[in-house]
Every structure is written in structure tokens, then in C-alpha cells.
């Protein structure tokens, strides 16, 4: 089963990157479930007509079509939907379309239904992105076409960036930008910064990729934690995030990479310039990511790609676990996924992604850089974490987890000491 997850860096003032034509067939049959006998199928194959209807407004711009799909009663409602669809009118969006999941009557011209929306933005998505809506629809005067009334994120799942604002598009050699609220200056910059990291990506995973890379840049830090449906206090020393779901095989939507304008802003270009490039790593090394993999790897890992282009020393990329090591206080095992957590001790979340960088520099260094990626594969191609980076190191390192510890604690010794 894929998983959602979110790879991040924390940005700090050193430059730790802390933590991306119209439709051809655009009605999508909905798959309706009516789990109560008061919404039989005719009802919700109602409503996806009425859905479909919206979406190809949606794809055409066509504001007066868009709007004859809302409840003409509720003013609030159809003032901030023409406003979300003028907010969108740069988006350069390929698809667009809604599946009705399962509907519930509130009598007999209410309904609640679930929906997942799909879209998809051209040169970009491969397939589409999947977000799930609460969506409540009503009959006015006895009639059979159903509106829209309410539309919102379902529980638990993110915002979307129209949503917060108008939505300017910068368009790179590699990336989209999609910013609100920001400078158009600041957007070229990291949409220039993004077109730096994925050939230098793509130096470090020579497995085939897109290539290209989605940035959204929201206002405001709090904006970023909706577009992430997570508490603002997650994100705050946060520079950019890498959303995606992992173990989808080349099969699953692009990544998107959502940076804090904030802490991104306070970094330099060495900091953000090794932000973009880990988080753009993450973008390229999704097909192989899976629950099974332990942060230690796709953190290490990313930080090793983003930092192998720049002339610091171990101890400058390092600084809070040399201070460690040289005070003797030695780790004694590799970070645990805890260990990344966004709410530990700033020193020790660094020290947890400093640790899995030398990890991964150890591994390239001491047993190759094919043998990284095809440690970084062989474990990924599990679908649970249990043995899968011991049967890993055995198979392709030749080693034990014990032995592979006892190497790094060495390691670390002889880099930061």
C-alpha cells in the first residue's frame, strides 16, 4: 500500500536544509458508494454530473458555467468560489475532474458527498494529484439539477494554494514555481535555484526520473502548514518540505516541494541552495522510497546529493555532532526515525541529520556509489521495515547492522574528531 509521508530539513542560519492542452477524456464515470437507501445511484451519478459540469468550467475558465454549477443562494459561497477560480486562471492545469466516493442524505434536496479530486498540471504530473473534499449539494425548487453549496477539505486533508490567493507562475528549465503573496524576484530566484538542483540531482541518482520539479510557495508559514493540514508550530524553523507518496513505483503524482518563505528567505545561497537540491532528491528518489525505509537513509541520502557539490569541510556541514564527538559523546547507534521528529531539541535533530549524512558518506566511500543506490533500492523494495535494511546490508554491503554501526561510530571518529 503507498503511504503519504513528508521529508523534511530544518533551514537555520548554517544553511541545514531542513527540512513539489485540455484534458483528452475529462468525464471521469463516479464511482458512487450510497451506504444509506435514501441516496440510490441515480442521486449520486446526479451530483457527478453536476460535478463534471464544474470541472470542465474549471478547464475551460469559463467563470459564467463555473458559477452555474453553485448554489445560487449562498452569496458568500459563490463570491469565494469566482474568486478561487480567478486565482487559478494561471495555473497551467491539464485536468481536472471530481470522483464521488460516497454520498449521504440530509433529506430529500441536501446531500454530503465525499469526493476526491484529481488534477493534473501539464509537463508536470504524470498522473494525477489526489486531494479529498467535502462537498454539500443542494435542489432549489423541486428541481432535479443538484448545486453546489459547500465546498472544503475533508478532514484531516490539506488546503490548496488557489485557495489562499492569486497564483503567479514562474516557469524554469526544470521547475514550476507556484507562489502567493511573494515577489515575483523572489519566485524567479527559487525557481532558478530549483533548475540548479535537479541536474545535480540527477548527477547523484542515476536511476531515470522526471526531471522536473513543482515548488508552491505560499505567503506566510501558516499558509504552508494548511497546504500540509499540520499545526503552524511544525513548521516554523521548517525551510521547505517535500510532499509525495512514496513506494509508487514511477506510478504515483509528482512530488510537491513547499517551502516556508520565511526560513528560506534567511538562508543564504549555500543554505538554499542545499534545501532544494535535498528536497529535490527526495522528488527524484520517490519510485524507491517505501515504508520501509528508515529516515536515517532517505535523509542521509539527500543530504549526501545536496552537499556533494560543495566545498565544506565534514566538520562545517557537521558542526553539532563534531562538537559532539570531540566532547566524547560518541552516538551509539544510528538516528532512530523519533529522532527527526520537527518538535525535538534543535541540537539534536541536527545531529540526527548530520549522523545519517555521514552514514550515507560512509557507505559511498567505503564501499562505493553504486553500492549507495543499490543499498538505497534494496531496501526501498520492501513494503515493510521489519529485516529490510538488515537483509540490505547483507546482501549488498556484505555487512551486519552491528558491524555497520560499529564502522560509522569509527567513521564519525575519524571525519569529526
Not at 514550476?176 to 541536474?199: F, H, K, N, S, Y
Not at 514511477?250 to 541552495?273: E, K, S, T
Not at 551509539?332 to 549524512?357: T, V
Not at 549488498?396 to 558491524?403: E, F, S, Y
Request: glycine share 8%; net charge negative; charged share 25%.
Amino acid at each position: 500500500m503507498a503511504v503519504r509521508t513528508q521529508d523534511a530539513r530544518r533551514g537555520r542560519t548554517r544553511g541545514r536544509g531542513t527540512a513539489g492542452a485540455v484534458l483528452a477524456a475529462l468525464l471521469l464515470a463516479p464511482a458512487c458508494a450510497a451506504p444509506r437507501d435514501t441516496v440510490p445511484g441515480a442521486t449520486a451519478q446526479e451530483i457527478g454530473a453536476t460535478l463534471d459540469r464544474r470541472a470542465a468550467a474549471v478547464l475551460e475558465h469559463d467563470t459564467d458555467a463555473y458559477m452555474a454549477a453553485l448554489d445560487p443562494r449562498a452569496a458568500t459561497f459563490r463570491a469565494a468560489q469566482r474568486t478561487e477560480l480567478e486565482n487559478l486562471a494561471d495555473v497551467p492545469l491539464e485536468s481536472w475532474a471530481y470522483e464521488v466516493k460516497d454520498v449521504t442524505g440530509e433529506g430529500a434536496d441536501r446531500v454530503t458527498a465525499q469526493v476526491e479530486l484529481r488534477y493534473r498540471i501539464k509537463d508536470f504530473d504524470r498522473v494525477p494529484m489526489s486531494y479529498a473534499r467535502t462537498v454539500q449539494l443542494v435542489r432549489r425548487g423541486g428541481a432535479r439539477t443538484w448545486y453546489v453549496a459547500a465546498d472544503r477539505a475533508a478532514d484531516g486533508a490539506p488546503g490548496q494554494l488557489w485557495q489562499q490567493g492569486d497564483v503567479e507562475v514562474v516557469r524554469g528549465t526544470h521547475s514550476l514555481v507556484l507562489g502567493v503573496g511573494r515577489r515575483t524576484a523572489e519566485l524567479r530566484r527559487i525557481a532558478a535555484t530549483a533548475d540548479a538542483a535537479v541536474p545535480a540531482v540527477t548527477g547523484g541518482w542515476p536511476e531515470p526520473w522526471s526531471e522536473r520539479v513543482v515548488v508552491l510557495v505560499p505567503e506566510s508559514v501558516e499558509d504552508m502548514a494548511g497546504l500540509l493540514a499540520s499545526p503552524v508550530a511544525s513548521y516554523r524553523d521548517i525551510a521547505a518540505v517535500t510532499t509525495g507518496e512514496v513506494g509508487g513505483g514511477g506510478r504515483a503524482p509528482a512530488d510537491r516541494v513547499i517551502v516556508n518563505p520565511q526560513a528560506y528567505g534567511m538562508l543564504g545561497d549555500f543554505g538554499q541552495r542545499v534545501v532544494l537540491t535535498h528536497e529535490t532528491t527526495h522528488v527524484a528518489t520517490r519510485a524507491y522510497t517505501s515504508a520501509a525505509t528508515p529516515v536515517w537513509l532517505s535523509e542521509g541520502f539527500a543530504d549526501r546529493v545536496a552537499y556533494s557539490r560543495e566545498s565544506r569541510t565534514a566538520a562545517e556541514i557537521a558542526p553539532e555532532l563534531a562538537e559532539a564527538v570531540r566532547a566524547g559523546d560518541l552516538p551509539a547507534r544510528l538516528p532512530s526515525d523519533e529522532d527527526f521528529g520537527f518538535g525535538e531539541d534543535a541540537a539534536e535533530l541536527s545531529r540526527a541529520y548530520e549522523g545519517a549524512w555521514l552514514a550515507c558518506e560512509m557507505i559511498a566511500r567505503e564501499w562505493g556509489e553504486e553500492e549507495l543506490t543499490a543499498f538505497y533500492k534494496a531496501v526501498g523494495s520492501r513494503s515493510e521495515r521489519e529485516g529490510a535494511v538488515e537483509r540490505a546490508m547483507h546482501t549488498v554491503l556484505a555487512t551486519t547492522p552491528q558491524d555497520f554501526t560499529a564502522r560509522w561510530r569509527e567513521y564519525l571518529r575519524a571525519r569529526l574528531g
